[in-house]
Nanobody
Framework: QVQLVESGGGLVQAGGSLRLSCAASGRTFSAHAMGWFRQAPGKEREFVASIRWANGDTYYADSVKGRFTMSRDYPRNPRNTVYLQMNSLQPEDTAVYYC????????????WGQGTQVTVSS
């Protein structure tokens, strides 16, 4: 069984920064990609950022480009560990942030973490 565990969420003032971490535990797996998603109250879950495992290419939602940076701790840490550095946070970034993995052979993100709350006060 593969599990993803997020950490690093919290309360921060507008303009501040947070760094989220996501670590995989349990059975090792091969990932095609890993991503961060978020869901604000009353809204649908939305894509934030992703990283292609084969080459480290990253992709971002327009709303976070230039402010958020996704990275991985690989190959130093062979486990699927990723980070989301969030700078210049704004109240509209308030949401539950989820880490997800698209395993090799899957057509979509099929492993999800439990989420971590990020609250940005104005």
């Amino acid at each position: 069984q593969v599990q993803l565990v997020e950490s690093g969420g919290g309360l921060v003032q507008a303009g501040g920064s947070l760094r989220l971490s996501c670590a995989a535990s349990g059975r090792t797996f091969s990932a095609h990609a890993m991503g961060w998603f978020r869901q604000a109250p009353g809204k649908e879950r939305e894509f934030v950022a992703s990283i292609r495992w084969a080459n480290g290419d990253t992709y971002y939602a327009d709303s976070v480009k230039g402010r958020f940076t996704m990275s991985r701790d690989y190959p130093r840490n062979p486990r699927n560990t990723v980070y989301l550095q969030m700078n210049s946070l704004q109240p509209e970034d308030t949401a539950v942030y989820y880490c997800a993995a698209q395993q090799v052979g899957s057509s979509n993100y099929n492993v999800w973490g439990q989420g971590t709350q990020v609250t940005v006060s104005s």
